[in-house]
């Protein structure tokens, strides 16, 4: 069975200081991997998948097969980047399993 | 064209009463799934369909749930006797296909109370 770990359900950082909000999955298969994130009074949506190595918002974050871990990253945190943020697995078609989430509070 | 729309945006039921939760998936998304997410909680699967179909009703949490979709379109979230339990906020989103499960788009959520 897939699971997604996310160890912290709340960090914060001071803006300007880098962010790094851990992601550790299972599964036996070969993984897709997701954040998605929701900013207040908004959608939950995709931010970055890992097949398109993009950088997206200053955020990227690498498959590490070894160590089953999908870590985002962002050098500098901006307030903006203050949201929700998910992250998923895909299991080779039909659905998204979600962890429980992470909240980032970047303070002024 | 629209993004993926819920209905109620709130809905406060009592205990044991029955509610319909409804989700309109973007046009031509044959894909569309449940979500709960739970206060101080992560979002928890409950059910997908590809058109019409549910072939896997295992995350629905209790046989008090159920969901139902036509015309490859609307779809509702049943809940019967509904428990204090049920208060959560319930994501529908949709996607292209099942084979695009990984770039789903999201509704806003209707956020259900039971007093």
């Known amino acids: 069975a897939q699971r997604v770990t996310q160890p912290e359900k709340l960090l914060s950082v001071f803006k300007g200081a880098p962010v790094e909000l851990k992601c550790n999955y299972s599964?036996?298969?070969?993984?897709?991997l997701f954040w998605y994130v929701q900013y207040s009074r908004q959608r939950l949506q995709l931010l970055l998948r890992?097949?398109s190595r993009e950088s997206i918002k200053g955020f990227t974050a690498d498959l590490n097969k070894g160590e089953t871990s999908f870590h985002l990253k962002k050098p500098f945190a901006q307030e903006e980047d203050s949201a929700m943020y998910y992250c998923a697995l895909n299991n080779a078609g039909n659905m998204l399993t979600f962890g429980g989430g992470t909240r980032l509070m970047v303070k002024p | 064209g629209a993004g993926v729309s819920q209905s109620p945006s709130n809905k406060v039921t009592e205990k044991g009463k029955d509610v319909e939760l409804r989700c309109d998936p973007i046009s031509g998304h044959t894909a569309l799934y449940w979500y709960r997410q739970r206060l101080g909680q992560g979002l928890e699967f409950l059910i997908y369909f590809q058109g019409n179909s549910a072939p896997d009703k295992s995350g629905l949490p209790s046989d008090r749930f159920s969901a139902e979709r036509t015309g490859e379109s609307v779809s509702t979230l049943t809940i019967q006797r509904t428990q204090q339990e049920d208060s959560a906020v319930y994501l529908c989103a949709s996607s292209l296909s099942l084979s695009r499960a990984d770039e789903q788009y999201f509704g806003p959520g209707t956020r259900l109370t039971v007093t």
């Open positions: 599964y036996s298969g070969s993984p897709e």
């Open positions: 890992h097949i």
